[in-house]
């Protein structure tokens, strides 16, 4: 008796499976029965009630859209974004060199009104602050101009140049002195061309991984590098004034950027959607990617287009599957498609991000840093879920850098003092 109806079981289940490609609810409208049942059992078998749905509308692009936004894809930039914040944290904390009360004051030269330059300064730091971040935000408007024009106009390898020289800096240089602060601070025994060696062959395996191919995974890790190294070069060398303020003006300048109809970045990525490609894989943090490499004539077939992974090959197979032959052998493509798509950040959001955080922790106080960490990861995720109701590109910087620098404000100036005062009276809550 078990037996029986152990195989009842097993061919109502083949009957489901064959009958349906949508999923199994119950009280939908159409139904479908089992096969016969054996002589043993008289009575039929009860229906199994299926909802009938059709199988293209799982791989719809609506679909895919609400499935582009899912928990799996927010953890994608959470953790990121987390490693970058705390890779800063620690070097703030470990190495003085990026901590400016330990070292002597040198700024960038595009920070001319400072307490250094008695000649410029105005005598007040928020009139200097307020001065240098507009000298900042004009270069930066100015350059992401000029980037959008070169796009616009298919200047690539101008672009292209450009980027490599940027990245050349930061993985050489910059990881030049990172790396001599650190065998300073710890004391380590090392030669000039042991450090020679390890920089060229850490620079050389980041411009091949960002630039040309590579694992994702290590695309990436180079991504959070370059965004860590700059964000201590801001600390290090911006007046603490000026880098508020900046901070402040760049999330508004974002917005502006990314949802006004004449915004440089909304034009650049308007312009790359239009012409089915990608933005540079050296400006962009993606949690997958697909890579397309065609071996004739150095130029890739076809752009990167994260909702199509069909290959050139595949698109003039005809019908019944047969390629005719060619005196000339058909272009080679190399396709990785990732396994799912997911969503896209800016470095330069990875960099202020790691600037806020980077310059609480200059404050001594773990719980500034903690707040500040918290309310950019918390803004993060706020952005994130109304990416998922609106569905085109927003800033990424202007909630979490407010909400970081009021938490900051507050914290610092308002939790930290009424902490250490009811620790000085042994008051416990």
């Known amino acids: 008796r078990i037996q029986i109806l152990f195989e009842e079981v097993l061919y109502s289940m083949a009957d489901v499976v064959i009958a349906r490609p949508g999923t199994l609810t119950a009280g939908d409208e159409s139904t479908v029965t089992h096969r016969g049942a054996r002589q043993e059992d008289p009575p039929q078998a009860p229906q199994v009630r299926v909802r009938t749905?059709?199988?293209?509308?799982?791989?719809?692009?609506?679909?895919?859209?609400?499935?582009?936004?899912?928990?799996?894809?927010?953890?994608?930039?959470?953790?990121?974004?987390?490693?970058?914040?705390?890779?800063?944290?620690?070097?703030?904390?470990?190495?003085?060199?990026?901590?400016?009360?330990?070292?002597?004051k040198v700024y960038l030269v595009y920070t001319p009104f400072n307490d250094q330059n008695k000649k410029l300064s105005t005598g007040s730091p928020i009139s200097d602050a307020v001065l240098n971040m507009l000298i900042v935000l004009g270069i930066v408007i100015v350059m992401t101009c000029i980037l959008v024009l070169l796009y616009k106009y298919r200047c690539y390898k101008i672009i292209q140049g450009w980027l490599f020289f940027s990245s050349l800096i930061l993985l050489f240089m910059f990881t030049f002195l990172y790396i001599h602060e650190v065998i300073m601070r710890f004391n380590l025994a090392m030669d000039y061309i042991t450090i020679a060696l390890i920089v060229w062959n850490f620079g050389i395996m980041g411009i091949i991984s960002i630039h040309w191919k590579g694992p994702l995974i290590l695309q990436q890790a180079y991504l959070l590098i370059i965004s860590a190294l700059m964000a201590l070069v801001f600390i290090k060398y911006l007046p603490e004034w000026t880098l508020w303020f900046i901070l402040g003006g760049i999330a508004v300048y974002d917005l502006f950027a990314v949802l006004c109809p004449k915004g440089p970045l909304r034009i650049l990525v308007e312009t790359a959607e239009e012409r089915n490609e990608p933005i540079f894989p050296s400006l962009i943090y993606s949690s997958t990617m697909l890579w397309s490499i065609a071996m004739a004539d150095g130029e890739p077939v076809g752009g990167y287009n994260p909702l199509n992974n069909t290959s050139s090959i595949q698109d003039q197979t005809p019908e019944n599957g047969v390629v005719p032959l060619s005196p000339h052998p058909p272009v080679e493509t190399i396709t990785e498609a990732p396994e799912e798509q997911g969503v896209k950040l800016g470095l330069g959001d990875f960099i202020f991000y790691s600037v806020l955080v980077g310059k609480a922790a200059t404050a001594d106080d773990w719980n500034t840093v903690m707040a500040c960490f918290f309310a950019i990861l918390i803004g993060l995720c706020l952005t994130l879920l109304i990416l998922a109701i609106v569905k085109k590109a927003l800033p990424a910087l202007p909630i979490s850098i407010f909400a970081g620098i009021i938490f900051y404000a507050s914290t610092r100036f308002c939790i930290k003092p009424m902490c250490d005062q009811m620790a000085l009276h042994q008051v416990y809550l």
């Not at 609506?62 to 800063?88: F, W």
């Open 53 to 104: 749905t059709n199988p293209s509308d799982e791989n719809s692009p609506e679909e895919q859209e609400n499935l582009k936004y899912g928990a799996k894809h927010v953890m994608m930039l959470i953790i990121p974004v987390s490693l970058c914040m705390i890779l800063v944290i620690i070097t703030i904390r470990v190495i003085t060199l990026y901590d400016q009360e330990s070292q002597p």
